[in-house]
């Protein structure tokens, strides 16, 4: 299976479709960078990670999407561009709105926390990877978030990352009804993506997530 290159005229993004082509509305993951792909070549995203685990599978049972974002910019400046394209996938491609995976690594992991806290009933589940952890969440935002089960991985030799915060964020989130897991690797470093979005165990549960309400979309 290949990605294709799109734009929707706002953001670059990779996008691949469900490859049996079943007439029932199929899960999507959408994944959001790090902060070295940042730029405006979209090959870069193919080289590892998520974009590569797709770009070499032969067949996936669901929707894909990397938007890709300029240099120097985060992904909170542009969460409500991710919202539109997300908006426009679903409308365009056969996506089941309540089966939205964000998942994201580094840079992209904290674009998830921050778009997750303004629409938490548009996600059925988020993954963060090798990514800092939200220490400015109150407690309310920290319970909106509590009904999006999470699964967070992080490298134990991560240099970048201390691994208390993880876990005290994880505590926190508990603490509220929060349904997470962490799984760390001991021997990783920052840059575990391929590893961990490879994992079979990790690609069942992408699409074996479900949102029992979902917002509807106008």
């Known amino acids: 299976m290949s990605v294709e290159q799109r734009s929707n005229g706002s953001l670059p993004y990779l996008f691949s479709s469900v490859s049996d082509n079943a007439s029932k509305p199929a899960p999507l993951v959408l994944f959001l960078h790090g902060g070295r792909d940042r730029g405006t070549d979209l090959n870069v995203l193919l080289k590892w990670g998520l974009p590569r685990f797709v770009d070499l599978s032969d067949s996936l049972p669901y929707v894909f999407a990397a938007p890709q974002i300029p240099a120097e910019q985060t ?17 365009s491609q056969p996506v089941d709105p309540a089966r939205v ?22 996600f059925a589940g988020l993954v963060p990877v090798s990514g800092r952890v939200p220490k400015t969440l ?33 505590e926190r989130l508990r603490k509220v009804g929060g349904k997470v897991d962490l799984t760390v690797l ?16 990790l690609q069942q549960w992408l699409i074996s997530q479900k949102r029992r309400e979902i917002s509807v979309v106008a």
């Open 75 to 91: 992904w909170a400046d542009r969460a409500d561009d991710v919202l539109a394209l997300l908006d426009e996938l679903i409308v």
């Open 101 to 122: 995976i964000l998942a994201g690594f580094s840079l992209g992991s904290a674009g998830i926390w921050h778009i997750a806290a303004l629409q938490s009933d548009r």
């Open 138 to 170: 109150e407690d309310s935002e920290l319970t909106a978030l509590k009904d999006i089960p999470v699964q967070i991985f992080q490298g134990g030799q991560d240099k970048n990352l201390p691994i208390e915060d993880t876990e005290n964020f994880v």
């Open 186 to 201: 001991p021997d990783g470093d920052h840059f575990i993506a391929d590893e961990v979005y490879g994992d079979p165990k």
